[in-house]
């Protein structure tokens, strides 16, 4: 009986024992997690505090956006050494405003890294291009990522000459980083491939001149150098083998109008394509009358599924006839509410859709309000 007794006794002093000890690493564990935390909290917040308070007087006063300068690129305000009154300074003597500067450091904050030497260097390489500061500013006011993205002169400079040198003219440059100012900031690799694939797309049609060619593509489409080869060339097939075109009307095409959509994803061009053909075809037309309506006008592949399909029965429902509007396309450019509010004045006018030309509904509203003088006179 007594060692029987001794077993639980033992047993029951290191069961006690067990329990004692896990509580107390447990105690011990949450004290030393909970200091851990508050710690680390309190550090970070001091050294954020000290980290970030000149910097944030600093931008405050120049009338930046903290808020927004903060959610774009958080991590320009845990640096050390900015050069926000620099950057001030610099763009102060090229001519831009207090509040355009504020504004292109609100929205691209890393600005404020960047060294004046390295401001400077790159501003001459544009001003290749340019012909005034003020035209560098108006672009850095609507796309400061363009100018302060990239810190590599080098490659600008290489990409400068080697755009001019497979003959584009100053005027296509000038357009590129206008409209596409990134097509500087690709490496010189990636606009070689580019080059070159036009290129060799141009001689594969049975054309000689592949400089014009590529030149009237850039001029179209100024967005294609910031695009892949693999993109434009499924575009191109696409092209070629949905409206059944051979070499010498592909090339007129790609000349003209079809390079706007050259860089559009080749998801997006099928599903509207698909859309225009599936609407098209419900309100009686052929397969030869949407083909025609497509090529006469390859802007409307731009119309998602949604816009087509209103714009078409809002003019339906105004009376207007399936030819009239396969016969002038452009009108598809205007919105709803433009087209609603012409029809109605033209109509009250005493314009006549029904035997006149529907097309001054996609006029210049210049042009247009000249027109509907004209008619009131009348």
Known sequence: MAPRNFLCMRSNFLFGSRCWMIRFSAEVLLKSVSFRLFSV???????????????????????????????????????????????????????????????????????????????????????????????????LQRSPESFFRSNNNLNLENNI????????????????????????????????????????????????????????????????????????????????????????????????PGAKILDLSNDYVNRNYTNIKEKLFFLGCTKEEIHKFILRYPDVIFLGEKKFNDKIDCLIEEKFSISQIIENPRILDSSINTLKNRIKELVNAGYNFSTSNIALLSWSQKRYNAKLKKLNIE
């Open 161 to 256: 000459k080697f755009l001019y040198s497979v003959g584009l003219t100053h005027k296509c440059l000038c357009r590129l980083l206008t409209n596409a100012p990134r097509t500087f900031s690709n490496s010189l690799d990636l606009n070689k491939q580019m080059i070159v694939f036009l290129q060799e797309v141009c001689l594969s049609l049975g054309h000689n001149k592949p400089r014009d060619f590529v030149r009237k593509i850039i001029l179209k489409n100024p967005f294609i150098l910031i695009q892949s080869t693999k993109r434009v060339k499924t575009n191109i097939e696409f092209l070629q083998s949905t409206f059944n075109l051979n070499d010498e009307k592909l090339l007129v095409l790609l000349c003209g």
């Open 41 to 139: 909290k309190c550090g970070n917040a001091d050294r954020e505090s000290l980290e970030n308070e000149e910097l944030l007087n600093n931008l405050l006063t120049m009338g930046v956006d903290v808020d927004m300068a903060k959610k774009r690129q958080p991590g320009v305000f845990n640096r050390m050494g900015t050069k926000e009154q620099d950057l001030k300074m610099f763009l102060l003597s090229k001519g831009a405003s207090k509040e355009v500067i504020a504004s292109i450091i609100s929205r691209y904050p890393r600005a404020i890294t960047r060294t004046p030497e390295s401001l400077s260097e790159r501003w001459d390489l544009w001003r290749r291009i340019m012909t005034s500061d003020l035209e560098i500013i108006n672009i």
